[in-house]
């Protein structure tokens, strides 16, 4: 029986090379499949951390997006206050003013202040009148005949104004075309 032993303890010796091979044991599988089990368990950790991370990042964008589309116009609103209020002090000023002249230069004063706000606010009106006409900037509601050939296919009216904000256009200009 001590033979037997020692017979399952001696080298193995490759015999094409002639080198001597230690004899596999049954630990060295199995400290290799529980190494893999636990590089496996790891990296499956790690997968579900990064996916519970993601998941929060996509909670917390959508969540700052809802938040940006409700205050957006925030900035804006709060500037037009200050006309809102030179609105209201330009309509006791009609109320109680019989001054013609006095009134109007109130108002014209409102409008300008309003046109300075949006235009600080990146508000930008749309040259359009004797313009060539051009669909991606004009809609044309109505074309009428034009005596002069130069007019034809050029803006001859503007019947609503056309708006850029930062150099996009907001409000094509609603205009009347000759031809």
Known sequence: MEE???LGQEPIVDTENG?????????????????????LA???????????????FKRRTAKERVDLIQTAGKDVIVSLLD???????????????DDIAVQKEGIQLVFNKIRT?????????????DQTFDVELHEAITEVPV?????????????????YLN?????????????
């Open 117 to 129: 706000v949006l235009h600080g606010k990146g508000l930008k009106a749309m040259e359009s009148i």
């Open 83 to 97: 006309v809102m209020d030179d609105c209201d002090r330009a309509e006791k000023q009609l109320n109680g003013s």
């Open 19 to 39: 080198a001597q091979v230690a004899p596999e044991t049954e630990e060295t599988p199995l400290s290799e499949l529980d190494q893999l089990k636990a590089d």
């Open 4 to 6: 037997k032993e020692q």
């Open 147 to 163: 005596p002069d050939a130069a007019k034809q296919g050029k803006v001859i009216d503007e019947v609503t104004k056309g708006y």
């Open 42 to 56: 790891d990296q499956k950790d790690k997968y579900l951390r990064l996916m519970a991370e993601f998941e929060n």
């Open 167 to 179: 150099d996009k256009i907001i409000r094509f200009a609603k205009v009347v075309v000759g031809k």
